[in-house]
């Protein structure tokens, strides 16, 4: 059902207020299956309430208002709608008895105002608000329908979950919707839709949208369906083949973070793990504690900064800093193995690279880092260049490591780049 939703008012087009009745509103009328076409704000003049009124009338099938329905003067929506749909405003002897009794219950009588907001058009049919005093608004003209609900969130949410959903659900006007999500480590957007799209376009009933992050790329599938059922084989389908086509750059089906799948895999493989971090400042263990029972499998973190802890704590080699310096394969490669031995784990994590902005040169840049993996008998590093931004190269460096992690835990190639260009190995790395 292709939809438009309109919010109205001056404080949300000066910026004095954030918008959130249009993201409520789009989320959950998505979730219902409605195709949202066009989201408008406007001012709280009439004329533009009525322009951007006739324009969504004449183009969706589902018109949602919000705002403009209170008792001060720069309340014009019902006044606008009563114009365009050709019909007077007439007082809501319910609705009035509804705020008379509100107002009795503090003792005090009904204010001119909020009279006001009881008159409505005609040919509306009123919306019991449970919440505040302005009814909300149905409206139907031409097979189209048009909801008018206070601008205030509370209100608005209250309507739209006790009467609005439930009306669509019953005259089956949307169609059921089911979604589920990829996780993509290594990546870029551009790279993966060039590899989804043939599916994409094949499959019916299906949309796939890339939502990159900070950490990667999430794909959304949307299956629609006649039921719930219908949409979710759909999706199932979908997600299955695009898993398939991606490879082990998925990291996860669904919403788990990076750190919870490493933890999960460490868990049922009974392994436990410790971490040396430089760069990262001890990123890597604050992922790791944040799942609740992360002990089991995590013994715990080094945060050696300087080369004298790096030494000291971790069992680096003078000599290893001197000829390579503290950002190097192979004192990340010391550093890992350092950590296990020290915390007598089965795997030893580092991560050592230039977060900048400035430390950086010609050989090595900003955004070089170096994460290695140590675990009886092998030691694997992978060289880095993560670009520029000093949170943004600890934040995907941290995800890096961790998924270093995941692939040995999985058996899966760590001799090859993951697969993207800023990730790469650095040859003649692997023993230690």
């Known amino acids: 059902m292709k939809t438009e939703i309109i919010t109205i008012g001056d404080e949300l087009l000066n910026g004095s207020r954030t918008d959130t009745n249009a993201a409520y509103l789009a989320l959950h009328l998505s979730a219902l299956g409605a195709e949202i076409s066009r989201m408008t704000s406007v001012g709280d003049g009439q004329p533009a309430i009525e322009e951007a009124l006739r324009e969504a009338l004449s183009c969706a099938e589902l018109v949602v208002v919000t705002g403009g329905l209170g008792p001060t003067a720069d309340d014009r929506t019902k006044q606008a709608l009563a114009r365009i749909f050709g019909c007077d405003l007439v007082l809501d002897e319910e609705a009035l008895e509804t705020v008379s009794a509100s107002f009795a219950r503090r003792g005090a009588g009904v204010p001119e105002s909020n009279a006001a907001q009881c008159m409505i058009p005609e040919c509306a049919r009123p919306i019991e608000n449970k919440v505040g005093s302005a009814p909300g608004l149905l409206m139907e003209r031409e097979g189209r329908l048009l909801f008018a609900l206070p601008g205030v969130p509370a209100e608005m949410r209250g309507i739209f979950e006790n009467y609005i959903a439930p009306f669509l659900e019953g005259r089956?006007?949307?169609?059921?919707?089911?979604?589920?999500?990829?996780?993509?480590?290594?990546?870029?957007?551009?790279?993966?839709?060039?590899?989804?799209?043939g599916i994409a376009r094949r499959l019916a009933r299906v949309e796939v949208a890339y939502?990159?992050?900070?950490?990667?790329?999430?794909?959304?599938?949307?299956?629609?369906?006649?039921?719930?059922?219908?949409?979710?084989?759909?999706?199932?389908r979908a997600q299955e083949r695009i898993a398939d086509l991606l490879g082990d750059a998925v990291y996860a089906r669904g919403n788990e973070s990076i750190e919870r799948v490493v933890g999960y895999l460490l868990s049922m493989q009974g392994k436990t793990l410790a971490v040396a971090e430089s760069c990262t400042g001890g990123r890597v263990a604050w992922q790791l504690t944040r799942t609740p029972g992360s002990s089991e499998y995590f013994a715990g973190g080094i945060v050696a900064y300087s080369n004298d802890l790096k030494k000291r704590i971790l069992h680096v080699k003078a000599a290893t800093l001197k000829t390579h310096g503290a950002v190097s394969a192979e004192v990340a490669g010391e550093m890992a193995t350092g950590v296990k031995d020290r915390a007598k784990t089965d795997y030893g994590l580092s991560i050592t690279g230039v977060a900048g902005p400035g430390g950086g040169s010609s050989e090595k840049p900003v955004g070089l880092v170096y994460v290695a993996l140590a675990r009886k008998g092998k030691t694997v590093v992978w060289r880095l260049l993560l670009g520029r931004g000093r949170d943004r190269v600890r934040r995907r460096a941290a995800v890096a490591a961790l998924d270093l992690v995941r692939r040995d835990l999985l058996s899966l190639p760590l001799s090859e780049p993951p697969a993207a260009s800023s990730v790469v190995p650095k040859t003649g790395e692997g023993a230690a």
């Open 172 to 197: 089956g006007l949307v169609r059921s919707k089911e979604e589920r999500i990829i996780r993509v480590l290594h990546l870029a957007e551009s790279e993966i839709a060039d590899r989804v799209h």
């Open 211 to 236: 939502l990159p992050h900070a950490d990667g790329v999430d794909l959304k599938i949307t299956g629609r369906g006649e039921s719930r059922v219908q949409a979710a084989r759909a999706a199932d």
